[in-house]
């Protein structure tokens, strides 16, 4: 395998064509946006340039990744495809809508993965008439530095799309870890309620942003505090998969904070935004 189809040019899509590019794969990155590309594209020219400059990749490496990346507004751009991974916006109906115009176009022996966060490989997968070559492949923002992938296998997922996957993430200089399919995974199921109640800290007057980040910081030694997390993650994201998790669970433990929806209406998104819990405009 050699050949993949990015969908989606924004943070996660542009961050998995990177890795991809660098690890020797000929890369195309499909969005509808022409200006998402052209962002997406500065963006990683100028992530690859960081990696240079920080002596762990050679100018060489750079423009070869470069010159293995393409980009394309249509689907029909996963016709060569082996593998083709989607990560595009976290909702259930865009999603579907892709991988039944993806089971069309990429070959037959292509292997359809998704970076969704929350939502059930399985209800993805049944969108195909591939259900066995369908997994979840979600890797951590930001991608090239993060080295976690969790492989999620769908009802269907076959041992060999699931062995394979796992293969290319490691090669990828990626760390594999195997989970099955729920709502929100490992990472999110664990990670949204805490983010979820340190927004409920805030709205309560418990404490401050500054304060509630500070204590996870020094207190339970975290890198970065759950609203500064957020805040990379987005807002909107962080709120779409807690809307998921309460669904899906059925449990209102997961029901978002009111303030969390009212900083999304207010378009308060975080870091991509320049304001979130904290503020970035400076």
């Known amino acids: 395998m050699s050949r993949v189809a990015v969908v989606g040019a924004g943070t996660m899509g542009n961050g998995i064509a990177h890795v991809f590019a660098v690890h020797g794969w000929e890369t195309t990155l499909l969005d509808v946006s022409p200006g998402a590309l052209e962002t997406a594209m500065r963006t990683i020219a100028g992530n690859l340039e960081r990696q240079v400059k920080k002596g762990t990749l050679t100018a060489a490496q750079k423009d070869a990744a470069l010159g293995r990346l393409r980009t394309g507004s249509k689907l029909d751009g996963a016709g060569q495809a082996d593998l083709v991974v989607e990560a595009a916006g976290e909702r259930p109906e865009t999603k579907f809508a892709i991988f039944r115009e993806l089971d069309a176009a990429a070959p037959a022996a292509a292997i359809l993965a998704t970076n969704t966060s929350s939502i059930p490989i399985t209800s993805i997968a049944a969108q195909t008439k591939r259900p066995a070559q369908v997994i979840g492949m979600h890797f951590m923002n930001p991608v090239p530095v993060m080295q976690l992938v969790e492989i999620i296998r769908g009802l269907e997922t076959s041992d060999e799309t699931t062995h394979r996957t796992v293969e290319i993430a490691q090669a990828l200089g990626k760390t594999p870890v195997e ?104």
């Open 179 to 282: 989970v099955h399919d729920a709502p929100g995974f490992v990472s999110n199921r664990v990670l949204m309620p805490m983010i979820n109640e340190a927004v409920y800290c805030v709205m309560e007057g418990v404490a401050t942003p500054e304060a509630v980040d500070t204590v996870m910081k020094l207190g339970m030694n975290h890198p970065v505090g759950p609203l500064a997390l957020a805040d990379l993650i987005g807002l909107d994201v962080c709120l779409a998969i807690l809307e998921v998790l309460q669904r899906d669970l059925g449990d209102d433990k997961y029901r978002p904070c009111p303030l969390l929806r009212k900083m999304v209406a207010a378009g308060r998104l975080g870091r991509k935004s320049g304001r979130g819990f904290h503020d970035y405009r400076g």
